[in-house]
């Protein structure tokens, strides 16, 4: 069966998520939610997490009590599940996040709507790593110059049923070929980057073959440029404190 692509309003989404098959549909349908967030919210974002990086040293932190703020650059680590180029920033609840987090606390409460395990995660806005899964906001810049993400498929757990992808960029501005696609069972690869614009939200299942192509491989690549490819992604995890058992992300090939 071939994936739909649905392009509308938030008012529209909502109604269709009345649909007790919403989730059972998800493989075959993706939606993309126009205009959800103001650009001036996505470029402030955007703004802090490079006011961030120039201020501290890329780094990484297990998901553990007390897991500090930080970014990242991924350069194709061999031993990732799934090899990318992009330079990541990773927020949590409890590091003084109260305004970033309540920007995107529609997207949550649909993550939450949408989960089993209800009980498990309802506090999960105020969780820290040793209570059990935790919201995390992660920031992806795929540079000009070749960033992006082998093709793969995430892991769906009871809490992450849903994948929201909140586009921070400008397609055909910021950045000109590559991007977001998926594999469409019928007919093959569907480019999604190109149907958005800042601060739409996607919406489509962790089951469904995704990658991102690498973003203007035919530019200079300097990881100091600041425009590309940008998403965000408000995500529940379980921590690092006790594993799951859900899996990560499984990778299908290389960039
Ligand atoms: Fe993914």
């Known amino acids: 069966m ?3 692509i649905h392009v509308i309003g938030w ?21 993309i939610i126009r205009g959800l967030f103001n650009k001036e919210l996505i470029d402030e974002i955007k703004d802090s997490c490079l006011s961030f990086s120039s201020k501290t040293a890329d780094s990484w ?4 009590d007390d ?22 920033y990773y927020f949590h609840p409890w590091n003084d996040n109260d305004a970033l987090f309540d920007s995107f606390k529609k997207i949550f409460s649909l993550k939450l709507a949408l989960s089993e395990q209800k009980q498990n995660i309802q506090n999960y806005m105020s969780n820290i790593p040793s209570d059990g899964p ?49 594999i469409d069972p ?3 690869r569907i480019e999604l ?34 425009d590309g490819r940008w998403i965000i992604m408000p995500i529940i995890i379980n921590s690092d404190v006790s594993n799951d058992g859900y899996g990560k ?5 290389g960039l």
């Open 2 to 4: 071939s994936v739909n």
């Open 11 to 31: 008012q529209e989404f909502e109604l269709m998520l009345q649909s007790p098959d919403f989730i059972s549909n998800l493989e075959n349908n993706v939606y």
């Open 61 to 64: 932190y297990p998901c553990i």
């Open 67 to 88: 897991c500090p703020d930080y970014h990242r650059l991924h350069n194709n680590f061999p031993g990732a599940y799934v090899k990318a180029i992009q330079h990541a």
């Open 134 to 182: 935790i919201a995390r906001i992660v920031v992806h810049q795929y540079p000009r110059g070749g960033g992006g993400q082998e093709e793969h498929i995430d892991p769906v757990s009871p809490y992450a049923r849903v994948q929201t992808i909140i586009q921070a960029s400008v397609p055909g501005d910021d950045f000109m070929q590559g991007g977001l696609y998926l």
């Open 186 to 188: 019928v007919h093959g």
């Open 193 to 226: 980057d190109r149907l958005t614009s800042k601060g739409d939200l996607i919406v489509l299942s962790p089951g469904v073959r995704h990658g991102v192509a690498p973003v203007d491989p035919e530019s200079t690549f300097n990881w100091q440029e600041t």
């Open 249 to 253: 992300p499984v990778g299908l090939g």
